[in-house]
């Protein structure tokens, strides 16, 4: 979800500033000891840089999560090997555009939400840590360096690695038998079983079309507790968007074409730190739904930048809803309740889906409709995980 107040008025928000100020005054005495005891003790991993990302200080818990000693890495760049952040595709974040902690520093914000990327070791063992960043203003509001807390995650990413696994294993052992059902449906329907009177043929064709319902909702609900069980390990990497929405698109092209619809796609190339599965599995949730509630016309999909966020437009010319409707749609299990969507196959869970892959992406959706007319949903998400930046006054980026 956006932040939409100025980093001013976050702080504001954040303190009894007047009492903190007081408070600052006669516990620091004018010096920073007690600050630094403070940020020593604290039992997440803490880093302060100067401008150029050298570490200036460097708590005992990073010592813990890193293995590396303060002595170890004081004055060192922290893009050097140290921490070497990097994607889950193994991508170096500290060598890009996209290290957190240099954006942070750059736009003058603090992320807004931390970030699940990987980190290593001083043995070299790969960590999962969760990283907050910030940077550090002087009283002219100059950036004067960045601080980084981070945790180790590892053990509850494998945690959640193990739901997920469990959760596979689930819908393999539920899948299986529906497959097997369908197929000695299908084949009873073409006799290979001896021939088959009328009735018979009717019952069977109901059997399947339930089947098949039951398969989707299966499908469906695995989905919704899958994404649940895993919904911290959203695997970021740097991606574009362009092949993801060709790939949908693609993908969805000969169901446009039985249906008489046009569908089109305009996508520049657009890089994120995002997870390419999830964002595709939205996508195509989106266009899904456009060509199953459009009978005539047109689904297009629309990419862009706008103002430090990637925007992606699905609009279709289909059925529409009311106003009351689309208040509901992102909820578990809401269908429009009208003699047309009912006729359409469908379990209500799609677009909670969309909704949480986009919230986990610091993104947001919305989406306008007028019934009878057509609907348009549109994702944006963060072009860097930093999306209070463009609350900055004056918008301008690096
Ligand atoms: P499902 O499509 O499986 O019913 P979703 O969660 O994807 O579930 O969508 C929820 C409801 O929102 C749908 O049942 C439908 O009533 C409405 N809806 C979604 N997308 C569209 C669209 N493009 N046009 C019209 N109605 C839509």
Redesign the pocket.
Known sequence: MRISATPERCFEKTMAKEKLERILRHSFMGNAKNLINILLSINDGVYLTDRERRIVFWNRAAEVITGYSADEVMHHFCSEDILSHTDHEGNSLCQSGLCPLNQSMLWGVPGTKPLAILARHRDGSQLAVEVSVAPLVDDKGDVIGGVEVFRDVTEKRELEEAKARFLSGVTHELRTPITVITGYLEMMMEGDAGEISEDQESFLTDCLAEVQRLEKLINDLLDLARFEATEFSVRFQIMNLAPILERVVKGYAAEAEKKGLELELHAPPIDILGDPDRLQQAFA?LVA??I??TSAGKVSVDAGVDDGWAVVGVR?T????DEGELQR?FEPF???DDES?RSLE???????IVRRIVESHSGEIEAE?RRGEG?VFTIRLPLTPLDTMRSLEGGEGP
């Open positions: 949730n739904n456009a199953k509630y279709d289909g059925m529409g809803m749609i809401y269908r429009v969507t469908g379990s209500g869970i799609g677009l909670s409709s609907s």
